[in-house]
T-cell receptor, first 115, second 118 residues
Framework: AQSVAQPEDQVNVAEGNPLTVKCTYS??????LFWYVQYPNRGLQFLLK??????LVKGSYGFEAEFNKSQTSFHLKKPSALVSDSALYFC?????????????FGAGTRLFVKA | DGGITQSPKYLFRKEGQNVTLSCEQN?????MYWYRQDPGQGLRLIYY???????QKGDIAEGYSVSREKKESFPLTVTSAQKNPTAFYLC?????????????????FGAGSRLTVL
């Protein structure tokens, strides 16, 4: 079965420090991996995706993610956190179901950046 | 501007009533999705549709129904059979349908509808 795990409910980091939000996945075949961000009472916004190629993917707002096939991980990173990065982050995988592709989300990790 | 419009933003329902949540997109996307979001559980897929007049059950379809009569519209009905309907509902769409390239498709989300059962 295809699945995504985000082992941390919450990550706390001080402004200016690097941040990492963890994600591991389980899929059959080549993975299509995504990160989305959600601000309060809003829909999700796309940050970045890994399809193929370089293991380090760069996305919006200075975020990047590292794909590690041997560890089946796709951790989200940012070199220097901002207070405005505080939000709920979701890792996701695209999987082929009976009716075509569907996106499966992890449970989400809440990021708090303290000034 | 292209995007997805969900309405209403807030909805209150009495037990035993059916309610319909609207989702309209002007992105010319083939695929549309409904997710339910509960605290600590992330997003769970209710139904999805890759093409007009066709849709598939997701992981938690019981107590819900959908239709896809037009490419732009994918309304969700929360029926009285749904035992715990209070949640935040998110509609999304993506380009492509059933092709290998659609695996790389990014979802565009609406702003959500919050349903509360009184």
């Amino acid at each position: 079965a295809q699945s995504v795990a985000q082992p941390e409910d919450q990550v706390n980091v001080a402004e200016g420090n690097p941040l990492t939000v963890k994600c591991t996945y389980s899929v059959s075949g080549n993975p299509y991996l995504f990160w989305y961000v959600q601000y309060p009472n809003r829909g999700l916004q796309f940050l970045l995706k890994y399809i193929t190629g370089d293991n380090l993917v760069k996305g919006s707002y200075g975020f990047e993610a590292e794909f590690n096939k041997s560890q089946t991980s796709f951790h989200l990173k940012k070199p220097s956190a901002l207070v405005s990065d505080s939000a709920l982050y979701f890792c996701a995988v695209r999987a082929l179901g009976g009716g075509g592709f569907k996106t499966i989300f992890g449970a989400g990790t809440r990021l708090f950046v303290k000034a | 501007d292209g995007g997805i419009t969900q309405s209403p933003k807030y909805l209150f329902r009495k037990e035993g009533q059916n309610v319909t949540l609207s989702c309209e997109q002007n992105l010319n996307h083939d695929a549309m999705y409904w997710y339910r979001q509960d605290p600590g559980q992330g997003l769970r897929l209710i139904y999805y549709s890759q093409i007009v007049n066709d849709f598939q059950k997701g992981d938690i379809a019981e107590g819900y129904s959908v239709s896809r009569e037009k490419k732009e519209s994918f309304p969700l009905t929360v029926t009285s059979a749904q035992k715990n309907p209070t949640a935040f509902y998110l509609c999304a769409s993506s380009p492509g349908a059933g092709t290998v390239s659609s695996g790389a498709s990014v979802l565009t989300f609406g702003a959500g509808s919050r349903l509360t059962v009184l």
